[in-house]
């Protein structure tokens, strides 16, 4: 598939906004016809750009008030002792998100917990306890700016 076009971008931005959207009602949004949305739907979707459909879930309303990015360096390294990390680490339900990345820390997760002492708990018997944990920095986060759509 060539770059997505204008009418690509437009069909990109309203499923970001909502994914439930029908073809026909992109069609009408974007003065197409319901078999031509529809058709540039599969083929971003058959292109790899379209990969999946999300729901927005308020972590807040579940009870879920805290969310804590850690960064987290092993104690060593090496293609074993991150594959016992990455297994070990999904296994955690709060840990929402795991990157693995270069810089000061080798992995920054995203976690989630009730309150701060819920945290605490899942830090020192979930994380602190994973294989080859080395240094942990954490950080609270205060607040988010959400900004939907592709890019």
């Given amino acids: 598939?060539?770059?997505?076009?204008?009418?690509?971008?437009a069909i990109l931005?309203?499923?970001?906004?909502?994914?439930?959207?029908?073809?026909g009602?992109?069609?009408?949004r974007l003065g197409l016809s319901q078999p031509a949305a529809w058709r540039r739907i599969a083929r971003l979707r058959a292109a790899g750009i379209l990969a999946g459909e999300r729901v927005v879930v308020d972590r807040e309303r579940l009870g879920f008030g805290v969310t804590v990015f850690l960064g987290i360096k092993?104690?060593?390294?090496?293609?074993?002792?991150?594959?016992?990390f990455e297994r070990a680490v999904a296994a955690i339900p709060e840990v929402q998100v795991v990157q693995h990345v270069l810089g000061l820390f080798d992995y920054r997760l995203r976690v989630v917990a009730r309150?701060?002492?819920?945290?605490?708990?899942?830090?020192?018997?979930r994380i602190m306890a994973l294989p080859?944990?080395?240094?942990?920095?954490?950080n609270v986060?205060?607040?988010e700016e959400r900004r939907p759509g592709p890019l």
């Fill in 25 to 28: 009602e992109i069609g009408r």
């Fill in 115 to 125: 309150d701060i002492a819920d945290f605490e708990r899942v830090l020192r018997r």
């Fill in 141 to 143: 986060l205060l607040s």
């Fill in 1 to 9: 598939m060539n770059a997505p076009d204008a009418i690509d971008r």
């Fill in 74 to 84: 092993l104690a060593t390294h090496g293609r074993h002792s991150s594959q016992d």
């Fill in 132 to 138: 080859g944990v080395g240094n942990i920095e954490a």
């Fill in 13 to 23: 931005r309203a499923l970001a906004a909502d994914a439930g959207l029908s073809a």
